[in-house]
């Protein structure tokens, strides 16, 4: 961790990372159906190619989470040995809960089941049945549960376990600097792995950006006839980069602070309300099925491709998934680390794993329960609406249920407050990446980060949309992949040799 009092110098990170994402931009902006085409070939190539990699990789994680929860390397604190939290149990909890709820599950809470539910995963499965309401829930819950936050996990852990353990940075080079040791090709290298780093987490944030503003301009199209068009969306992009530029300037405590706590009593207003003007037993009844199912299914789900039948709802769906978190990774697993010195590494995996999924799981088993339940029983057609418009998912919904105005209008301003939140909390972390690990990162590079941030989303949105979106999510994640699995192996090394100096 860098504390030096001296200015945070540039280096060719920042240079180089951001010159990248600079020609990205200015290549969409001119060319944007070029870059479309383009990226719709390296799209198919990735996903076709890489697919299984994706699939194994999270699984192994999540294996590799369980195992150290629940074996001797538990008991190890991240941070001194005499450390204890720095934050009460349901505080940190909180913490995880503004990190990792974002505005993803808040475009994808009603979309994704209703999808499901007139496209099912399985092609025996009958659209708009029972059967097939159950098989949305059900691969909704596996989507959002354990396997995305074991990315996430698996970084703020490793980056943890250096930073407090080991009095490192919070770099992700500094975690494989046991495998590069002293070589010859040590910086360059070190300077490499934090350039993927920084650019998965940029188109990371970039894809989270751009569903929040399509969302957005569907509530807007919604509630106040605003045109769903280019145009409007790349002037929302506007607004918000102003917006989470001008909280970047208020620094952590200030801003970021400030609008967590607007993020999370909106959002459990809405939960709350839903719940109780929804089909309230309905809801409960599909959440234990739901769980159920999950639970059943984790590892025929985790391990499933289409090989045999070329079918594409895999990679559309549970690729695209993963390759988002792992790209969305460095940046929540960041922020958790930072907030998790002195627990040990079992309280670490359990809460992590545990607690947030179980929140994601129950905000799917309201929303989209509620929407499944009025398509099943009260007659309604919001699948049909999602498969025509999937950004009015959540509004369509409100539209059946009392105080469709309200409920719609406090619905943007928490997408908006999240976007705000996400990009803020984003731009400090890629600053403090492309700065040396500083943990004061100088203005003018939050705010070179956060125009490009800004830009790269518009770029995205104009070329190719929602497809567009996924495709810079799956590129940017399969280098960063590797790096992944190599930090799994740093980690494992260090805590066996921890504890075999410890038995000495």
């Known amino acids: 961790m860098n504390t030096s009092p001296e200015k945070p110098r540039l280096n060719r990170v920042f240079y180089i990372s951001a010159s990248l994402i600079a020609l990205l931009v200015l290549f969409g902006a001119i060319r944007p159906t070029l870059f479309a085409t383009i990226a719709g070939n390296i799209f198919n190539f990735t996903t076709r190619s890489f697919g299984w990699f994706y699939l194994l990789a999270v699984f192994l994680f999540v294996v590799f989470l369980v195992f150290l929860a629940f ?64 098989l949305a829930m059900a691969y909704s819950f596996f989507h959002w549960g354990v396997s995305q936050w074991s990315v996430f996990a698996i970084v703020g852990l490793i980056i943890a376990y250096f930073q407090f353990r080991r009095n490192a940075d919070g770099l992700i080079s500094t975690s494989l600097s046991p495998l590069i040791k002293d070589r010859p090709y040590k910086q360059p290298l070190n300077q490499t792995i934090d350039i993927l780093a920084v650019i998965a987490t940029v188109m990371g944030v970039a894809t989270s950006l751009g569903l929040g503003v399509l969302q957005i301009n569907g509530g807007l199209n919604s509630v106040f006839g605003l045109p769903n068009t280019a145009l409007v969306q790349v002037l929302i992009i506007v607004v918000l ?225 929602l497809e567009g979106l996924q495709t810079a999510s799956l590129i940017s994640a399969l280098p960063f992949t590797v790096i992944l699995l190599l930090m799994v192996y740093t980690l494992f090394s260090l805590l066996r040799k921890e504890n075999v100096r410890k038995i000495k």
């Open 241 to 465: 980069t102003v917006l989470f530029l001008t909280s970047t300037t208020t620094g952590l405590d200030r801003g970021i602070k400030w609008l967590s706590n607007i993020n999370l009593g909106t959002a459990l207003v809405l939960m709350v309300f839903v719940f109780f003007a929804g089909p309230t037993i309905f809801i409960l009844e599909t959440f234990t099925l739901g769980l159920g199912d999950y639970l059943q299914n984790f590892i025929r789900y985790s391990l499933r491709l289409q090989p045999y039948q070329q079918g594409t709802w895999v990679r559309d769906w549970t690729i695209f998934y993963w390759a988002w978190a792992i790209a969305w990774s460095p940046f929540v697993g960041a922020f958790v680390a930072r907030v998790s010195r002195g627990r040990t590494i079992r309280e670490f995996i359990v809460g992590v794993l545990v607690v947030p999924p179980f929140i994601a799981l129950m905000w799917i088993a309201v929303f989209g329960g509620t929407a499944l339940h009025l398509d099943l029983f009260e007659g309604t057609s919001i699948a049909q609406a999602v498969d025509a418009d999937v950004t009015s998912a959540l509004f369509v919904t409100f539209a059946e249920l009392p105080f469709s105005f309200i409920l719609s209008t406090l619905s943007i301003l928490l997408i908006l407050t999240f976007l705000i939140t996400s990009a803020d909390s984003a731009t400090y972390i890629i600053s403090s990446m492309t700065t040396n690990g500083s943990l004061n990162p100088p203005l003018t590079v939050r705010i070179v980060w956060g125009i490009l941030l800004g830009g790269i989303a518009a770029v995205l949105l104009i070329a190719s949309g």
């Open 71 to 134: 074996s001797k390397y538990g008991k190890i604190r991240l941070g001194t040995d005499q450390d204890r939290p720095q934050y009460p149990f349901f505080t940190w909890i909180g913490m995880l809960f503004s990190a990792g709820f974002g505005v993803g599950l808040v475009f994808w809470g009603v979309a994704e089941p209703m999808s499901h539910f007139i496209t099912p995963p399985y092609a025996d499965t009958t659209e708009l049945t029972v059967e097939g309401a159950r």
